[in-house]
């Protein structure tokens, strides 16, 4: 018998007229906000959520922060607009430093969803406790 994988349900309202919700919590970026920044900014959390929960099995916590940066233009295969270049920008500290650090974060990429549901696939930078990580 085959097992179920967990799902995860998300509900968001968007009134051109007025503020967002996430499941029932009001929202409140302003009109600068784009949906391409909302993607963005989805992305960045969810690295960090995924490097924290990553972090958080090996006994690790983590702060910090990341920054995410696309580029939106005609894709060459089918000519539509969409983010064909991403950048992912993370400065965290890991406490205690991990031993496998290249294995942290490569579950952290993995990990996170937002990413993996992406057709371009993001480029990820990272700073780890004060070391740019080749």
Known sequence: MATRAKT?????????????SADGSALAPDAAWTPEHLV????AQCSLKSLEYS??????TVSGGAS???????RDEDGRFALVAIDVRLDVTVDPPPA???????????GCFVGASLKAAPTY??????????
Not at 125 to 134: D, E, F, P, R, Y
């Open 100 to 110: 496998d650090l290249a294995k942290l974060l490569h579950f952290a990429e993995k």
């Open 55 to 60: 972090a958080a099995r090996d006994g690790l």
């Open 40 to 43: 963005l900014a989805g992305l």
């Open 125 to 134: 930078h990272w700073t780890v406790n004060g070391s740019v990580v080749a």
């Open 8 to 20: 995860f349900d998300y509900t968001v309202n968007v009134n051109l007229a007025g503020p967002m």
């Open 68 to 74: 995410a940066s696309g580029v939106v233009t005609r």
